[in-house]
């Protein structure tokens, strides 16, 4: 019988790359949060990929930039943590010649790990063959890669390559999960997260980065067949908490809406879904409060 192949992988890449995009696809199910606007992703979202081959971890690192406060520095510690962790390492860039400073600053931290790296340049369905081209020989020599391959994560083109060069790099060993589990995240830290990408989604740019959502509870009826789910958005000032609330209650609805049909895709039940929204100022620079949201900076 042929041995199977197990390990971890670390997605990494500046923010809006399409890294949760990219996971999505792979996995073939919706777990990782996407969303255009920067700082989508705080924790690490472990996804597992189970085949005849084996099984890949996945770890969808924040984004690596330089920090703007506590919460920014708890995200860069988290994903530099990572790099050393994991048995591949994958480096999602845009089709594009230009290698700026947050590139930069990546390839300056890989040029510290022995880890495999696979550059995936992501987004081709939006350049022609040869920007593809272009991009490619522009980043080849910046660090040894492993391999370099180009894709669209959004339309799944060769997205099946990179998962055919994952398991070419991950040792061999026996799995580290059951085969039919996708991540070991909690459902409730999954609903939570889903609250979030539907207000990153609606809401204008002023406030996404302050808000944080916490599951306050999720209870099964006793009959069964719905699940009462009470969720609260943390936001940093009263005026966000207006704006998220929305004239008669109107964005808040539609956060509610659009997150609880997700929810129920998920939970494969109907979803009560109540919201409500408090302000705490400067949570994201209180260590007592990240913590209560669950960002712990012990696990850095």
């Known amino acids: 019988m042929n041995s199977k192949k197990s390990g971890f992988v670390t997605l990494i890449g500046r923010p809006n790359v399409g890294k949760s995009t990219l996971m999505n696809r792979l996995i073939g199910q919706k777990i990782a949060i996407t969303s255009s606007k920067a700082q989508t992703t705080r924790n690490r979202i472990q996804t597992v990929f ?18 703007k ?10 994903a530099k943590r ?16 230009f290698i700026g400073g947050g590139e930069k600053y990546i390839i300056e931290q890989l040029g510290q790990v022995k880890t495999p790296i696979i550059l995936v340049i992501n987004k081709t369905d939006t350049v022609e063959e040869k920007d593809i ?10 660090c040894d890669f492993a391999e370099i391959i180009p894709v669209s994560a959004l339309k799944g083109h060769n997205t099946d390559d990179v998962l055919d060069s994952i398991f070419k790099y991950l040792p061999e060993g026996p799995m580290f ?10 459902e409730r830290q999954i609903c939570a997260e889903l609250v979030r990408e539907k207000a990153l989604r609606n809401l204008n740019q002023e406030i996404p980065h302050g808000i944080a959502v916490v599951i306050d509870s999720m209870k099964e009826r006793r009959h069964g067949h719905i699940i009462d789910i009470d969720a609260t958005i943390v936001c940093e000032r009263d005026s966000h908490k207006g704006i998220i609330i929305g004239k008669q209650g109107s964005m808040l ?6 997150a609880r049909v997700e929810m129920e895709n998920l939970l494969d039940i109907k979803v009560n879904l109540q919201i409500w929204v408090k302000v705490k100022k400067d949570w994201r620079d209180s260590d007592m409060l990240l913590k209560n949201y669950g960002y712990d900076k012990k696990e850095v």
């Open 82 to 97: 990572t790099l050393e962790e994991v048995d591949v390492i994958m480096w999602l860039v845009e089709p594009s010649t």
């Open 133 to 142: 081209l272009e991009a490619i020989n522009a980043y080849k020599d910046v």
């Open 69 to 78: 406060n506590k919460l920014g520095e708890y995200m860069i510690k988290v």
């Open 253 to 258: 609805k539609k956060i509610g809406s659009e």
């Open 50 to 67: 189970t085949d005849e081959r084996g099984q890949v971890v996945f770890l969808d690192t924040p984004g690596i930039n330089k920090a």
């Open 177 to 186: 999960f059951d085969e039919d589990t996708v991540t070991d995240q909690p």
